[in-house]
C-alpha cells in the first residue's frame, strides 16, 4: 500500500546543490512538486525510511520534514527543539525519527 508522504527540506549552506536531494525524493515514488522545497510523493516508505533516505544526501546542517498523511506520523531531521518539541506535543500519534 502506498503512503502519501509531504516532503519539506530546506539546504543551509549558501550555493547547494538541489539536483542530489531532488533526485533522492523523486526516487522514492510518484511525484508532485508542490513548491521549492515541497514535494508530494507517492511511496511504498515510511515517514522515517524516506526521511532517512534523503537525509543520506543532505548536509549534517540541513533541515528536512516528513509527514505520512496515510499513516498519521511524521520524521524531521535537524528542526529546532521549540518545533520539534510543540509538535510532539500536540500530535496524538507520531514516531519522529
Not at 537525509?55 to 506520523?73: E, P, Q, T
Amino acid at each position: 500500500m502506498a503512503n502519501n508522504l509531504h516532503i519539506s527540506y530546506d539546504l543551509q549552506s549558501p550555493g547547494q546543490n538541489y539536483d542530489k536531494v531532488i533526485e533522492r525524493i523523486k526516487s522514492l515514488g510518484g511525484w508532485a512538486k508542490i513548491h521549492k522545497s515541497f514535494w508530494y510523493v507517492d511511496s511504498r516508505l515510511t515517514a522515517a525510511e524516506a526521511c532517512s533516505q534523503i537525509w543520506s544526501v543532505m548536509d549534517a546542517n540541513d533541515k528536512i520534514y516528513v509527514v505520512d498523511a496515510s499513516n498519521n506520523n511524521a520524521a524531521w531531521r535537524n528542526l529546532s527543539d521549540e518545533a520539534a518539541n510543540y509538535i510532539r506535543s500536540r500530535w496524538a500519534v507520531l514516531t519522529p525519527a
